[in-house]
């Protein structure tokens, strides 16, 4: 069955770095659009970032631009974000997501990222 798994998340000070992975399994990877959301206590999950089955393209949201980067390795059936300059309002439960080619959307349990002093 599909799987989405994410790791990477943790602690960390304003100011620091985390890279999130999330690997896939179940369904053929290299032909599924990948998103990242995040979803903070109290908050309804917004979308964070996307990016193109090629990873040749990629759109953020406003508040990450500049700060965050998605990336996929097709070979690994793993995409990653890659979160600088981390800031307190960054704290949040983040997903992956797929969406395949035959319209099915999945989603990851989620890892905690907290960002304070």
């Known amino acids: 069955q599909v799987q989405l798994v994410e790791s990477g998340g943790g602690l960390v000070e304003p100011g620091g770095s985390l890279r999130l992975s999330c690997k896939g399994s179940g369904f053929v990877f290299g032909a599924a659009f990948m998103r990242w959301y995040r979803q903070a206590p109290g908050k309804e999950r917004e979308l964070v970032a996307s990016?193109?089955?090629?990873?040749?393209?990629?759109t953020y949201q406003e508040f990450v631009k500049g700060r965050f980067t998605i990336s996929r390795d097709n070979a690994k059936s793993v995409v990653y974000l890659q979160m600088n300059s981390l800031k307190p309002e960054d704290t949040a439960v983040y997903y992956c997501s797929a969406v395949l080619s035959n319209g099915g959307y999945y989603w990851g349990q989620g890892t905690q990222v907290t960002v304070s002093s």
């Open positions: 990016i193109t089955i090629s990873g040749m393209s990629t």
